[in-house]
């Protein structure tokens, strides 16, 4: 019987954003743990790549950091990136995806493998693409049915260790096996070569010692406790001080036991956290060849793996000949009898770009799995800059001559929206209510500035007409929502076009002004995800295309092709 384990499976051991995982220290088989959670890590995004739908958390989020990608990932300019995925023999490389086979019976170990290699894949994108990832400590909510549950099992724990203290003579057994659980996870945080203070913890913490003493009542528990305690001062991260200060000035032994499992527990979230930053550089450096070898192998086990994608590369293709067929029957004398060409890297950028209005309760293509969550953040982001910049233009367009002196209105009509506008993409949110309310606030800040320089303020008509004209952004096919949403693609289209976003930005269109610091950072943090995922999976989706777009033509004619595009 050992002291009750925070079960890794469960809140008591988090990811910072989203999944749960397991502590740097394994489970013991004397420490009973809690209540099992059913998310593994990388159990929904294997069934999303089996083709099942699970619903999103609501609660799910991320702090996204994607900027730091570095210009390395940036793609080379359209016709470079076409040339090197059609050129490049995929069945020459071991990191290259396989062709797909037929349906297959998978069986469990498979099954478990393909698992395997997801949680590894998803947890080492996350790692590196995201600074602020972190293991976080958490705990069942005190009057949660599990915090409950935890809560007795602990106390009945616990109680029964302090009776078999206080009996006479003690029965010391459980209390030693305390502490050999105690030595393993102080060794636990040692560094290869400290073995001085390795053969003194397992000196002093000498279980077959601890119990020779106990059958003859000679167990000095103060004095070990005292040794942990210090051990743990010299072995923690400066932020656990306090803590270590506060089991110190503890009396009593079996609460002194108990807070020092709490403690030992911080410590190995403080130690996940340091190994995971020290793996980050080395993850970065080697994560696109990573990467593309995992999800090769999660290929390899689930030969349906790109089914989602395939379908996403096609709706791009065709959007494209749409298009193509729009403009040729619009331009009198064009040639409508000519097979048209089509860009594979221009087939690409499309369908990056229908993500940011993608509907995420449908599931995401395979290849931008490990990134789902920050291109939503992204689309309800660039969602509210769309309304302010409508609110923007609306505003200049019917009292522009009213503000024309006012330096920083659109500062001012910033400050007014983004708090009113904030969760404006949960389905609990009343848009056109937060609409009326800008309104009405933005009337106020103009008759303000204008009785402040001495004008006359604005008429009940002109008020009412821009009230209405804002709140009418909630419209669908609102001539003004539209406007700014095409100008918005071009700026996003046009950021995809450049060989390296971080030494330039595209001129940002007209109407774009009063958001073009948040847009230059939105895209910025866009284009550095699409061009990664390019990297990483350019040589299956150069396959895909290959078979949509030249479906009978040789590889040698369909590589010319692709490579003069």
């Not at 070990?224 to 306090?242: E, H, Q, S, W």
Request: glycine residues 4%.
């Amino acid at each position: 019987m050992g002291v009750p384990e925070e079960d890794t499976n469960s809140p008591g051991w988090v990811f910072k954003p989203g999944g749960a995982v397991r502590g740097p220290g394994e489970r013991r088989a004397g420490r009973p743990g809690g209540t099992a959670g059913s998310d593994r890590p990388g159990s929904r995004l294997l069934l999303q790549l089996k083709g099942i739908r699970m619903p999103l958390n609501d609660d799910q989020n991320s702090d996204s950091d994607s900027s730091r990608l570095s210009e390395s990932t940036a793609a080379s300019s359209d016709s470079e990136y076409s040339r090197q995925s059609f050129n490049s023999d995929s069945s020459s490389k071991p990191s290259s995806p396989a062709s797909a086979s037929p349906p297959k019976v998978i069986t469990f170990d498979e099954l478990m493998a393909a698992t395997r290699n997801l949680s590894n894949w998803t947890l080492a994108h996350e790692i590196a693409v995201n600074a602020n990832f972190c293991i976080k400590h958490e705990d069942f909510p005190q009057n949660s049915f599990a915090g409950t549950v935890k809560q007795i099992v602990h106390k009945a724990f616990w109680d029964h260790l302090e009776s078999e203290l206080n009996e006479d003579p003690p029965e010391y057994e459980h209390a030693i096996k305390l502490f050999e659980e105690i030595k393993e996870i102080l060794l636990s945080f040692l560094t290869p070569g400290a073995n001085r203070i390795h053969n003194q913890i397992c000196e002093v913490l000498d279980t077959d010692l601890i119990r020779q003493q106990a059958e003859h009542n000679a167990v000095d528990i103060p004095g070990l406790a005292n040794y942990i305690i210090n051990t743990m001062g010299k072995l923690c991260a400066p932020v656990r001080d306090n803590d270590i200060k506060q089991l110190k000035a503890t009396d009593n032994i079996v609460e002194l036991l108990r807070q020092i499992f709490h403690v030992l527990d911080l410590m190995k979230v403080d130690m996940a956290n340091y190994t995971i930053k020290s793996l980050r550089p080395y993850l970065w450096h080697n994560l696109v060849d990573y990467e593309r070898t995992k999800f090769q192998e999660i290929l390899e086990e689930t030969p349906s793996a790109l089914n989602l994608t395939t379908e996403w590369i096609k709706e791009s293709i065709e959007d494209e000949l749409s298009s193509i067929s729009d403009e040729s029957s619009s331009s009198p004398g064009a040639d409508s009898s000519s097979k048209p060409i089509i860009s594979p890297t221009l087939v690409l950028n499309n369908g990056y770009l229908k993500l940011l209005q993608w509907d995420y309760c449908k599931t995401i293509p395979e290849t931008l799995i490990t990134d789902e969550v920050r291109l939503q953040e992204l689309r309800e982001k660039l969602n509210q800059l769309k309304i302010i910049a409508c609110i923007s233009l609306i505003t200049n367009n019917m009292v522009g001559a009213a503000i024309v002196d006012v330096p920083d209105f659109a500062d001012q009509l910033k400050r007014i929206s983004v708090p009113l506008l904030e969760g404006m993409n949960k389905k609990s949110f009343d848009l056109k209510e937060a609409l009326n309310a800008i309104g009405v606030q933005i009337c106020s800040k103009v008759n303000k500035s204008l009785t402040e320089r001495g004008l006359p303020t604005l008429s009940e008509e002109m008020q009412s007409n821009l009230m209405g004209q804002i709140a009418h952004i909630v419209e669908k096919n609102n001539p003004v929502c539209s406007l700014i949403d095409k100008r918005i693609q071009l700026f996003l289209r046009s950021l995809l076009a450049l060989p390296s976003v971080q030494k330039c930005m595209p001129t940002m269109p007209g109407g774009l002004s009063v958001i073009q610091t948040e847009m230059e950072f939105v895209g910025s943090q866009y284009a550095s995800i699409v061009n990664f995922n390019k990297k990483v999976y350019g040589p299956f989706y150069a396959n895909i295309l290959r078979k949509l777009l030249f479906p009978e033509a040789p590889i040698e004619k369909a590589e010319a092709e692709t490579a003069g595009n």
